[in-house]
């Protein structure tokens, strides 16, 4: 099963991306405090896995990418999406539970709900899931560090003004992604947990679409080039992703400035070391890291290398890296051209196994 694994780098030189809320027993009532890991080296502030889905996926619906979003439902503290993958791109690449509460009120509602109309009662009480085939790990600074507290008062109005505070940091969030490239557009009617993806009506419509049978009749698939059009989607929305906690005062871009990956034979991500921070605590690539990985692994790699770097952010070790690539086959350039070429990588008829 072939995955696409990478590793990448955003750049935060002050920056409050991802936040924690107030923070109890302050000078003021409303200051807000950054998320971070304490460990006995430091507090290494982070932005969450789902902040990072979240800013991709809404990059991806404001985007001209032709991006299908699933609708939403909500019941008072349950909200779901329409989990029907074949239709909305999004439940088939970040995954989905569709679990409708049986209380009395939540059904009422449901059954007033046009939306929803085409839903046997039995099908609406049925609990659907999917795996998410992409993942993204936690996003953590390469290196420990003491948030700074920025004070500011609301000034605008009569009388005395209104004080806040809130939290930000200067550092590098590193972070791992991968894309089960198998499971793209492949969807499972399994009575098993996380491999239940379609209820009746959805199996109807992929009968009725003449979708083919998958993994001995317990699936069906979507036809390559669809498969391919949404992995390319997605590749170009992480080249073009905003978002952010704080952005109307720091205004950090978010979108990578330094990436690797390539299409493995495998889910383990091989890039895990090959950045680490220095001895001031900056990032580094590390170069003997990478050539290691590429060797060791070297049975696994499916595609070349694929390097995004944007010039001006660790310039003076890039001819160091391109040196210890020399003999390998690589792609090195700006992040969205590389994101670019693996996009357009996964459409070549040569590597039509990347999807199987």
Same mark, same amino acid.
């Given at each position: 099963m072939a995955h696409l694994s990478g590793l990448l780098l955003i750049d935060a030189p002050a920056s409050a991306l991802n936040n924690a809320g107030p923070i109890p027993g302050e000078r003021v009532d409303n200051k807000t405090a950054v998320k971070f890991i304490r460990t006995k080296g430091g507090a290494y502030p982070y932005v969450s896995a789902q902040a990072f889905r979240y800013w991709l996926r809404s990059s991806l619906e404001g985007s001209d990418l032709g991006w299908r979003p699933a609708p939403v439902y909500r019941e008072k503290k349950v909200a779901y999406t329409d989990a029907n993958p074949m239709l909305y791109w999004d439940d088939d690449?970040?995954?989905?539970?569709?679990?409708?509460?049986?209380?009395?009120?939540?059904?009422?509602?449901?059954?007033?709900?046009?939306?929803?109309?085409?839903?046997?009662?039995?099908?609406?009480?049925?609990?659907?899931s999917r795996v998410s085939p992409f993942k993204v790990s936690t996003l953590v600074s390469l290196s420990p560090v003491t948030p700074t507290d920025d004070?500011?008062?609301?000034?605008?109005?009569?009388?005395?003004?209104?004080?806040?505070?809130?939290?930000?940091?200067?550092?590098?969030?590193?972070?791992?992604?991968?894309?089960?490239?198998?499971?793209?557009?492949?969807?499972?009617?399994?009575?098993?947990?996380?491999?239940?993806?379609?209820?009746?009506?959805?199996?109807?419509?992929?009968?009725?679409?003449?979708?083919?049978?998958?993994?001995?009749?317990?699936a069906y698939r979507l036809p390559?080039?669809?498969?391919?059009?949404? @992995?390319?989607?997605?590749?170009?929305?992480? *080249?073009?992703?905003? #978002? &952010?906690?704080?952005?109307?005062? +720091?205004?950090? /871009? @978010?979108?990578?400035?330094?990436?690797?990956? *390539?299409?493995?034979? #495998? &889910?383990?991500?091989?890039?895990? +070391?090959?950045? /680490?921070?220095?001895?001031?605590?900056?990032?580094r690539v590390n170069s003997e890291a990478l050539s290691e990985a590429l060797e060791v692994f070297s049975d696994q790699f499916l595609s070349p290398l694929y390097v995004g770097w944007v010039r001006g952010f660790m310039d003076?070790?890039?001819?160091?890296?391109?040196?210890?690539?020399?003999?390998?086959?690589?792609?090195?350039?700006?992040?969205?051209?590389?994101?670019?070429?693996?996009?357009?990588?996964?459409?070549?008829?040569?590597?039509?196994?990347?999807?199987d």
């Amino acid at each position: 099963m072939a995955h696409l694994s990478g590793l990448l780098l955003i750049d935060a030189p002050a920056s409050a991306l991802n936040n924690a809320g107030p923070i109890p027993g302050e000078r003021v009532d409303n200051k807000t405090a950054v998320k971070f890991i304490r460990t006995k080296g430091g507090a290494y502030p982070y932005v969450s896995a789902q902040a990072f889905r979240y800013w991709l996926r809404s990059s991806l619906e404001g985007s001209d990418l032709g991006w299908r979003p699933a609708p939403v439902y909500r019941e008072k503290k349950v909200a779901y999406t329409d989990a029907n993958p074949m239709l909305y791109w999004d439940d088939d690449l970040f995954g989905y539970m569709r679990a409708p509460s049986k209380d009395l009120e939540a059904v009422e509602a449901r059954e007033e709900d046009e939306s929803q109309a085409d839903l046997t009662p039995v099908e609406k009480d049925t609990i659907v899931s999917r795996v998410s085939p992409f993942k993204v790990s936690t996003l953590v600074s390469l290196s420990p560090v003491t948030p700074t507290d920025d004070f500011g008062v609301m000034a605008r109005q009569e009388g005395h003004p209104v004080p806040h505070e809130h939290q930000f940091y200067k550092t590098t969030l590193k972070g791992m992604f991968g894309l089960d490239l198998r499971s793209v557009g492949t969807f499972y009617h399994r009575e098993k947990a996380g491999y239940r993806n379609l209820d009746t009506p959805r199996k109807q419509q992929a009968q009725g679409r003449s979708l083919e049978a998958f993994d001995n009749d317990r699936a069906y698939r979507l036809p390559r080039d669809e498969r391919v059009e949404r @992995v390319q989607t997605l590749l170009r929305g992480m *080249a073009l992703m905003d #978002g &952010g906690a704080k952005q109307a005062l +720091h205004y950090t /871009n @978010v979108a990578p400035s330094f990436m690797v990956c *390539a299409v493995t034979k #495998g &889910g383990n991500n091989p890039f895990g +070391h090959v950045v /680490n921070p220095n001895t001031r605590g900056e990032p580094r690539v590390n170069s003997e890291a990478l050539s290691e990985a590429l060797e060791v692994f070297s049975d696994q790699f499916l595609s070349p290398l694929y390097v995004g770097w944007v010039r001006g952010f660790m310039d003076d070790q890039r001819e160091g890296v391109e040196n210890s690539l020399t003999g390998r086959k690589y792609v090195l350039d700006h992040p969205r051209s590389v994101f670019e070429r693996v996009a357009e990588d996964f459409a070549l008829a040569e590597n039509a196994g990347w999807l199987d």
